[in-house]
């Protein structure tokens, strides 16, 4: 079992073969995220009950909460990259964390609008300086520098490094910017209905929750896979099996 | 590889002692990258690199407190005097004599501009400067890239002459230049060709 | 090429030193700042530029919001933290730019000598010659805001100490961006989300002691932010500066 799994990451590790590999598994993802978020979205929307204290505008969490565990769990992902391109100088590293990037962003970009949505109804007002929001926030502007970065330099090697230790920077710093913010909210915090607190949620709240959240992870990988299997084709382009691949097309 | 261009194929050679080695080519064949690459300023994807023996990632240290680089820019602070910027690079080599670094300076024929800030000088005054350091330097391996750049034909034969006595006394030279060299004893040649 | 002395001289010999110590990394260390020392006070411009945008914000903000006591007092810590992290951010964005651009830098990278050191040295420098004038302006500005007395020796500590985490960290997006002209931008949103948590304390601590409690926790943890920065950024801003080198 280890040395499958050993033979799969040296696999992945050559382009070529993570063009093929990932070919195959690209519609098991397909298939598992329509079917875990269409039954998550199903239970959550109609057959969950009303919260007694929000109403039915709680069910915005069906998606915001998902988002936010991909926001971070992707910038984890991006972080684990970037030690893989620089420690071990695997390429194809970087091209995950190239795919990865963009989808963190949208992801915390997602999050941050649902909260506002879910903060209408709930707070009376779009935007509040709550420790998670704000987190949030500045998670966003972590992924938007590595985007920019990766932007900004050229040749490719050397943005790929950048990127990579920006990233690990980045990680290093996340449970500082957590703790600081968690900490500068409860200072300033009016007297007021913490969103902190979680209800024990019943369990036909809770199981809708698990689809989406699977279902999310399960989008994520399609979409990685898939913007990664186009950066492959597209740094490979002058290579003998893409240009084979292309003439068949 | 760089930005997806294949910089160098099958290329391999062997420096000794007291050998100068020049690098060849057109413009663009790569001279200045494969002397980087020597440097450790640019990482290489594929092949080795021995250093007495050993590949060079277990004598890293050893092998840059060997090795002087001079590189296309002359690593001299404008701001500073050529005496302040002479300081920092004896420093690197634990030289304190205040005498030798004003007896390099008029060496090479910059005597009374010591403590003028090096923006007021003219590029090959600057050049001057940064070749002091060969005069005063313990490391054995010289990687020079273009040296002669704006120095006049009497300065030029003096760091010829430096570069020989150099490989004498048992040091390495590799050098990439435009100017010819043929005269110079011992001077062994690698020509980077164009890549298809 | 005009020569002063008449004698020709024996040109480009080799000189053998006399006496060689293989120098230790202290050694170059010092002379690595003493080095920074000399080239950074020489460049007045840098230096003045961020006292006169800091002075400038602080003049603004009354300008642009309103210029009583009441409205002015309660922000004063956050407006004065604020233009002093905005201040050092600026004195940060062409810190190696230089350095690239007249082959230092590489020639830090081949020295023999580990960057993290002499990359710190030059973080010092700039630290004492751009950042500790802040922190002396600051009292004065302070008073311009009605900032509280009680509260005018915590703004002057915790901006010591947070600027030196600031530059620390800032010197790492400066490195990332090396090679970028009209970089500005880039380098503020790479570093942004890594001042925040200084800001809050900076911030918190003066809070603490207009409040008349004790600023003791904030600028302990700004301490502790401080030498994180301190014993982490210098290895960092090493393997960036490789990086931005190789891109040249």
Redesign the interface.
């Known amino acids: 079992m280890w040395n499958w799994l050993k033979t799969l990451y040296h696999r992945l590790g050559s382009p070529k073969w993570f063009y093929q590999i990932t070919g195959k598994w690209l519609p098991w993802f397909a298939m598992s995220s329509l079917l875990l978020l269409g039954l998550g979205l199903v239970l959550g929307l109609a057959y969950a009950p009303m919260d007694y204290q929000q109403g039915n505008s709680f069910r915005i969490m069906y998606i915001h909460v998902p988002a936010a565990f991909l926001a971070q769990s992707v910038y984890m992902m991006m972080a684990a990259a970037g030690v893989v391109l620089l420690v071990w100088k695997m390429k194809m590293a970087d091209v995950v964390a190239q795919a990865l990037a963009p989808i963190g962003a949208i992801m915390t970009f997602i999050s941050l609008v649902t909260g506002a949505i879910w903060g209408m109804p709930t707070w009376g007002t779009w935007w509040m300086w709550d420790a998670r929001l704000t987190s949030m926030l500045i998670l966003f502007f972590l992924y938007l520098g590595v985007m920019a970065l990766r932007e900004a330099l050229s040749p490719q090697e050397v943005a790929a490094k950048a990127c990579a230790l920006l990233a690990i920077v980045g990680v290093i710093n996340i449970p500082i910017i957590k703790y600081s913010v968690d900490w500068w909210y409860t200072l300033h915090q009016p007297a007021s209905i913490k969103l902190t607190e979680k209800p024990a949620m019943p369990a036909s709240m809770y199981l809708p929750l698990l689809f989406m959240v699977l279902g999310f992870y399960a989008l994520l990988g399609w979409s990685v896979l898939l913007r990664a299997r186009a950066e492959v084709l597209r740094r490979e382009a002058k290579s003998g099996w893409v240009r084979e691949l292309l003439k068949d097309k | 590889m760089r930005d997806e261009r294949l910089l160098f194929d099958d290329l391999s050679f062997h420096l000794h002692a007291g050998e100068l080695l020049q690098l060849e080519g057109p413009n663009g064949a790569g001279k200045t990258s494969l002397l980087r690459l020597l440097a450790g300023l640019l990482p290489f994807s594929e092949g080795e690199l021995f250093w007495q023996g050993q590949n060079i990632n277990t004598c890293r240290d050893n092998f840059y407190q060997s090795m002087l680089f001079i590189g296309h820019l002359a690593g001299i602070k404008a701001e500073l005097s050529p005496l302040e910027n002479l300081h920092w690079f004896a420093a690197l080599e634990g030289i304190k004599d205040e005498a030798l670094l004003d007896k390099a300076l008029s060496q090479v024929g910059l005597a009374g501009y010591e403590d003028q800030p090096c923006h007021q000088l003219s590029a090959g005054q600057k050049r001057r400067v940064a070749l002091a350091r060969l005069t005063i330097t313990q490391r054995s391996v010289w990687l020079l890239d273009e040296p002669f750049t704006a120095l006049d034909k009497t300065a030029v034969a003096s760091v010829e002459n430096l570069l020989i006595k150099h490989s004498q006394a048992g040091g390495a030279v590799i050098l990439t230049s435009h100017h010819a060299l043929e005269e110079l004893p011992g001077l062994k040649k690698l020509t980077l060709g164009e890549v298809t | ?1 005009n ?3 008449n004698e020709k ?7 053998t ?7 230790s990394l202290i ?2 260390f010092v ?2 700042l003493k ?1 920074e020392w ?2 950074q006070v ?2 007045k411009g840098d230096l003045i530029n961020p006292l006169v945008f800091f002075a400038l914000v602080v003049v603004l903000f009354p300008l642009g919001v309103s210029p009583t006591a009441e409205i002015l007092a309660p922000v004063a810590p956050g407006v004065l933290w604020v233009a002093a992290l905005l201040a050092v951010l600026m004195s940060l964005d062409a810190l190696f730019r230089p350095d690239l ?4 830098l ?2 830090l ?5 580990s960057v993290a050191p002499l990359s710190l040295a030059k973080v010092l420098v700039h630290w004492l010659l751009s950042c500790v004038p802040l922190v002396l302006l600051a009292p004065l500005l302070g008073i311009m805001l009605y900032l509280p007395w009680q509260a005018q020796g915590v703004l002057m500590l915790s901006l010591l100490l947070g600027s030196l985490a600031l530059s620390l960290v800032g010197a ?1 997006g400066a490195a ?2 090396t ?2 002209g009209k ?1 500005g931008v ?1 380098m503020t ?2 570093v ?3 001042y ?2 200084v800001l ?2 900076g911030t ?1 601590a003066m ?1 603490a002691a207009i409040n008349g409690h004790t600023a003791l926790a904030h600028l302990a943890l700004l301490a502790a ?1 401080a030498l994180v920065a301190l014993a ?1 950024s210098p290895w ?1 801003i090493a ?2 500066l490789r ?5 040249e």
């Open positions: 090429m020569q002063i002395n001289p024996a040109a480009f010999c080799r000189l030193p006399e006496a060689v110590n293989s120098s050694g170059v002379a690595a080095r000399q080239l020489r460049r651009q007249d082959g230092s590489e020639q990278l081949v020295c023999g000598y790492i990332l961006t090679g970028l970089s880039l949103l790479l942004l989300p890594f925040m948590p809050i304390f918190g809070q932010l982490l960092a393997a960036a990086i931005a080198v190789s891109g």
